[in-house]
């Protein structure tokens, strides 16, 4: 967001954070079917592969819920504390309004067969005149990465690495970088 620097000198974080009802959940062999078979024939094969997993994920996680939309807008709010090129106005009357949208959340395989917290978002930059000066989609995963029987052990690593996520994510979206586009293929598709 550096790159919108002198475009104002206040901006406001908009309340209505959009999130997705629920989380996904996608592993290593979901994904390899998801790429290497492709189209349709890919997801279907994935999504099949994955239900079992997302099951046993549900259960562990509902054990230790987190509310993604509260994560997310405490981490964007301190990272927009900390960024020295904008100051973060506590009223809707800043000079820019900064607008987060998450696309998807949930677990994915990070480093191979080992899950981590995965969270993708786009951010929409807006001036008072409502029309919008900056957008960037970005994802971000948690350096805490377990196996599924381990999360399932230990329910509790749900919520660290989600956190982990949302941490990372706000410093890609606000404060590391000016380009515009996503940095890396978010792990999802």
């Known amino acids: 967001m ?5 475009k104002g000198k206040s901006v406001y974080l ?25 189209g349709l024939l890919g997801f279907a094969i994935g999504a099949g592969s994955e239900g ?5 994920f549900d259960a562990a996680a509902k054990k230790n819920p987190i509310d993604i939309k509260t994560l ?9 504390r900390t960024a020295t090129f904008l100051k973060m ?3 809707p009357n800043a000079d820019l309004t900064l607008r987060i949208e998450v696309q998807a959340y949930g677990v994915g395989p990070v480093h191979e ?13 807006v001036g008072r005149d409502g029309k919008e ?28 690495m989600a956190k982990e996520a949302s941490q990372a994510l706000a410093k890609q979206m606000i404060l590391y970088t000016s380009k515009t586009q996503r940095t890396n293929a978010e792990p999802f598709m």
């Not at 550096?2 to 002198?6: I, L, N, P, Y």
């Not at 997310?72 to 927009?80: T, Y």
Request: proline share 7%.
């Open 133 to 160: 000066i900056w957008n960037k989609d970005e994802w971000a995963a948690s350096d805490t990465t377990t196996m599924l029987e381990n999360l399932e052990a230990n329910p509790s690593l749900w919520p660290k």
């Open 52 to 56: 079992p997993g997302f099951k046993r």
């Open 89 to 91: 106005s506590p009223t």
């Open 2 to 6: 550096s790159s919108v620097a002198g």
């Open 72 to 80: 997310v807008r405490h981490d964007m709010e301190n990272a927009l």
């Open 14 to 38: 908009d309340p209505n954070l959009k999130v997705p009802d629920h989380y996904v959940y996608h592993d290593l062999f979901g994904k390899r079917s998801r790429g290497i078979v492709g």
């Open 113 to 125: 067969r080992q899950l981590g917290a995965v969270i993708v978002a786009k951010a929409t930059l």
